[in-house]
């Protein structure tokens, strides 16, 4: 069975920052595209960063992140994480991990981020 684990949410003021990380298990998890995506009241899920599979060594992300925001993975861990810094209160919603593969894919239950004014 796999399952995707966030954590590292919370409330933080506009200019601080968070660590998110997504620990997955019952899968091969290198074989796997991760991404973040997030989910704002009132609004759709969009996605915020992806890394590649295997080394990771290829990321994006959507306009409003960059520069500011990191996606990383750890495969000996089975982690992938999104550093966030310099928080806006636009950043403020659920925050999921996604794991992709030809054939799958899978969600995480989602951590919440909080940014105040």
């Known amino acids: 069975q796999v399952q995707l684990v966030e954590s590292g949410g919370g409330l933080v003021q506009a200019g601080g920052s968070l660590r998110l990380s997504c620990a997955v298990s019952g899968t091969i998890f290198s074989a796997n595209i991760m991404s973040w995506y997030r989910q704002a009241p009132g609004k759709q899920r969009e996605v915020v960063a992806v890394i590649g599979s295997g080394g990771g060594g290829t990321t994006n992300y959507v306009d409003s992140v960059k520069g500011r925001f990191t996606i990383s993975r750890d495969n000996a861990k089975n982690t992938v994480y999104l550093q966030m810094n310099n928080l806006r209160p636009e950043d403020t919603g659920i925050y999921y991990c996604?794991?992709?593969?030809?054939?799958?894919?899978?969600w995480g239950q989602g951590t919440q981020v909080t940014v105040s004014s």
């Open positions: 996604k794991a992709f593969r030809v054939g799958s894919t899978y």
